[in-house]
T-cell receptor, first 115, second 111 residues
Framework: DVKVTQSSRYLVKRTGEKVFLECVQDMDHENMFWYRQDPGLGLRLIYF???????EKGDIPEGYSVSREKKERFSLILESASTNQTSMYLC??????????????FGAGSRLTVL | SQELEQSPQSLIVQEGKNLTINCTSS?????LYWYKQKYGEGLIFLMMLQKGGEEKSHEKITAKLDEKKQQSSLHITASQPSHAGIYLC???????????FGQGTRLTINP
């Protein structure tokens, strides 16, 4: 009963390629997030979205863009991949409710290697 | 913005031993979530603490929230290989926000 699905577990791309990372959730959550995880740096927020077609920059948006055309899908786009974007990418979603309802449900992660 | 610092960053313990991981906030903690990540996978929600002094347990893992110290601790009793992984703390949020996490504690259990 997978709830947040990331389309690719492992990807290998070349420098300059355009990369799409897809994330789909089936819990009807309003909020969706993209993080990257690197050793020693922990989780860093790239972008998040609180509604369809809405997006907000996280702490490290440079070099990335996102798309949320449908509520259940949040895509991360690397317009021109670079080697410093080699990382583990984690998608998460959460409901809109207040008072402790913001537990994040994470996908299994997408490990991207840029050569 | 709130920052969360975890200590230690890495921990190696013998199977059967107890251990504690701490998460300290730069601002007042109104609550905290703990997550666990198995190596190479996504994060799984462990526990939610919503008020000062609260303590919750799940199997052999106990988490406490000390509001005055702006700190939460995660204690594992009689550690097992299944406890190995990365533990992360994160703040609760209202709606969609910049939900930032601690940098994580990598726990290794030696047989």
């Amino acid at each position: 009963d997978v709830k947040v699905t990331q389309s690719s577990r492992y990807l290998v791309k070349r420098t300059g390629e355009k990369v799409f990372l897809e994330c789909v959730q089936d819990m009807d959550h309003e909020n969706m997030f993209w993080y990257r995880q690197d050793p020693g740096l922990g989780l860093r927020l790239i972008y998040f979205s609180y509604d369809v077609k809405m997006k907000e920059k996280g702490d490290i948006p440079e070099g990335y863009s996102v798309s949320r055309e449908k509520k259940e899908r949040f895509s991360l786009i690397l317009e021109s991949a670079s080697t410093n974007q080699t990382s583990m990418y984690l998608c998460a979603s959460s409901p809109q409710g207040a008072g402790g309802a913001n537990v994040l449900t994470f996908g299994a992660g997408s490990r991207l290697t840029v050569l | 913005s709130q920052e969360l610092e975890q200590s230690p960053q890495s921990l190696i313990v013998q199977e059967g031993k107890n251990l504690t991981i701490n998460c300290t906030s730069s601002k007042t903690l109104y609550g905290l979530y703990w997550y666990k990540q198995k190596y190479g996978e996504g994060l799984i929600f462990l526990m939610m603490l919503q008020k000062g002094g609260e303590e919750k347990s799940h199997e052999k893992i106990t988490a406490k929230l000390d509001e005055k110290k702006q700190q939460s601790s995660l204690h594992i009793t009689a550690s097992q290989p299944s406890h190995a992984g990365i533990y992360l703390c994160g703040p609760p949020g209202q709606g969609a926000q910049k939900l930032v996490f601690g940098q994580g504690t990598r726990l290794t259990i030696n047989p």
